[in-house]
């Protein structure tokens, strides 16, 4: 390695502006003092004698929470403001072109770098691309994605399951893998919806999932009751990110409906006016589901309730592939 200082990284970021630094470190920085993830990275390189290599392995529509939404332009924001941004060089894929244009760091395009295949799905490396459709309004392409999915493999490829009847849903992971206590199945829902634990008695709130502690939702058996297989307790983007179920049941709510032309999030829960700002809540939402969607390595279940919000929902997700449980 020379002696300089190489930033090695994918396609985007997902990373913590100055102002969610600030709020998360109240009593450690004063007021104006904090700074983002990527720049206190870049700090603490620099300080490194000699050299060093800061590998970031990350991913595009991650950003799910406040503070969040800098992306890439946070890196550029934290590399030109560095003590010594010229002996910085940047290894990226031409796809981040855009963010480190006249970067007063060197930068090297380097294809190899875009890291645009799945390989934690045991039969869909499209299932990424399906998601995308739908979330994005196309629900042709994701009609042939969803068909290609479910019918590729000896095994009858990835499940993409839909119903109105949540008893169904839990009966049918419940005997699905009833001969195998390993497999790991859970309800999954939004963080935001308002109507899923009001009405439906799922605990999506606040308040009852930062008591499940993530290790026991994830790991054990039938025989505790935080477990995710007893299908009661809640796991959120927030706690499901990065992580993987063999099969996941996810509650759509009214968080993210679909209006007939469009995906509206009007009738989420609303963002506290504290703390670092909001940019766009809606784009905040997509990328929830997104994380929600693809958290099932054999497939996945959705409940969508059956109440007059989302009947087109419903219809949507049946129009894109999903086939109906019933």
């Not at 609303?270 to 766009?280: I, N, T």
């Not at 929830?288 to 087109?312: K, N």
């Amino acid at each position: 390695v020379p002696a300089e200082h190489v930033l090695v990284f994918d396609e985007a970021q997902r990373a913590f502006s100055a102002d969610q630094v600030a709020e998360k470190h109240r009593k450690a920085w004063p007021s104006g003092a904090a700074r983002s993830e990527p720049a206190h990275f870049v700090e603490i390189s620099e300080r490194t004698p000699d050299w060093s290599v800061l590998i970031g392995l990350v991913r595009t529509g991650q950003e799910i929470n406040r503070g969040e939404e800098g992306g890439l332009a946070l890196w550029r924001a934290a590399l030109d403001e560095a003590d010594e941004p010229a002996r910085w060089t940047i290894h990226a894929p031409a796809a981040a072109e855009a963010a480190f244009a006249n970067c007063k760091a060197r930068v090297s395009w380097t294809p190899e770098l875009s890291l645009d295949t799945a390989i934690r799905f045991h039969l869909a490396p499209d299932l990424h691309r399906f998601v995308e459709a739908v979330l994005g309004g196309d629900a042709k392409t994701a009609r042939a994605l969803a068909d290609r999915l479910q019918d590729d493999g000896a095994g009858g490829g990835l499940r993409l399951r839909v119903t109105r009847r949540l008893a169904l849903a839990k009966r049918y992971l419940r005997e699905r893998y009833a001969d195998d206590p390993d497999a790991r199945f859970g309800l999954l829902a939004s963080a935001r919806d308002r109507v899923l634990e009001r009405e439906f008695g799922i605990p999506n709130g606040f308040a009852a999932t930062r008591v499940v502690p993530i290790g026991a939702w994830f790991v054990e058996g039938e025989d505790d009751h935080r477990s995710c297989r007893n299908l009661y307790t809640v796991a959120t983007e927030f706690a499901a990110q990065g992580l993987e179920l063999d099969m996941a049941l996810l509650c759509w709510g009214t968080d993210l409906a679909w209006t007939g032309t469009k995906w509206s999030s009007a009738e989420a829960r609303k963002f506290a006016k504290r703390g670092a700002p909001v940019h766009d809540p809606h784009q905040l939402r997509l990328n929830a589901y997104r994380v929600l969607l693809t958290r099932g390595r054999d497939g996945m279940v959705v409940w969508v309730p059956d109440i007059p919000a989302l009947h087109s929902t419903y219809e949507r997700l049946v129009e894109c592939g999903f086939r109906p449980l019933e």
